[in-house]
């Protein structure tokens, strides 16, 4: 069974500091990887994906993949308050179906 | 990425009634997706919808119980059939463009 796991957090992290989200999963066949944000009472909207081992970089987010240590994460530098909300792992292993993780609330104190 | 648009964006229903939920995009899509969201909890996957072919659903959900159209490559319905307290959920229509997927703002939905 495929599964994909995240910290539930809280995460705390004062403002302007580095987040850390971590989001390792079980299927070595796995070939793309997302993130999505959510805010409380809102759907989930797609913030970065990452198909390559290394780093991808997009403004204040850099997505990181490890496919040899099955490890996924997102940093989000200068945290911003409005960076609050839930962050969602996705992993896409062939076919168009996405698993998630349960994600991990991310709380950026002013 | 595509616009998508979700009726009704919320819902109070009475237990053993039927909702049908309707996902329509701005642009044509070959493949739809329908999730379910519990209460504190991550994204299920319900079912694969595809125009032009029968739903493929995901273990634990059957099509009496959750009923998909895809008339289509613009739209899509799902109806929650003979509900109970447990169905209560926000479900999601997402598309696929370019191999990422993208979420409607979703259907609340409370059943009494």
């Known amino acids: 069974q495929k599964e994909v796991e995240q910290n539930s957090g809280p995460l705390s992290v004062p403002e302007g500091a580095i987040a850390s989200l971590n989001c390792t999963y079980s299927d070595r066949g796995s070939q793309s990887f997302f993130w999505y944000r959510q805010y409380s009472g809102k759907s989930p909207e797609l913030i970065m994906f990452i198909y390559s081992n290394g780093d991808k970089e997009d403004g204040r987010f850099t997505a990181q993949l490890n496919k040899a240590s099955q490890y996924v994460s997102l940093l989000i530098r200068d945290s911003q308050p409005s960076d609050s909300a839930t962050y969602l792992c996705?992993?896409?292993?062939?076919?168009?179906?996405?698993?998630f993780g349960k994600g991990t609330k991310l709380s950026v104190i002013p | 990425s595509a616009v998508i648009s979700q009726k009704p964006s919320r819902d109070i229903c009475q237990r053993g009634t039927s909702l049908t939920i309707q996902c329509q995009v701005d642009s044509q899509v070959t493949m739809m997706f329908w999730y379910r969201q519990q209460p504190g909890q991550s994204l299920t996957l319900i079912a694969t919808?595809?125009?032009?072919?029968?739903?493929?659903?995901e273990s634990g959900f059957v099509i009496d119980k959750f009923p998909i159209s895809r008339p289509n490559l613009t739209f899509s319905t799902l109806t929650v059939s003979n509900m109970s307290p447990e169905d209560s959920s926000i479900y999601l229509c997402?598309?696929?463009?370019?191999?990422?997927?993208?979420f409607g703002p979703g259907t609340r939905l409370t059943v009494t």
């Open positions: 996705a992993v896409q292993a062939g076919s168009y179906q996405l698993t």
């Open positions: 919808a595809n125009q032009g072919s029968e739903a493929t659903y």
């Open positions: 997402s598309v696929d463009q370019g191999s990422k997927q993208y």
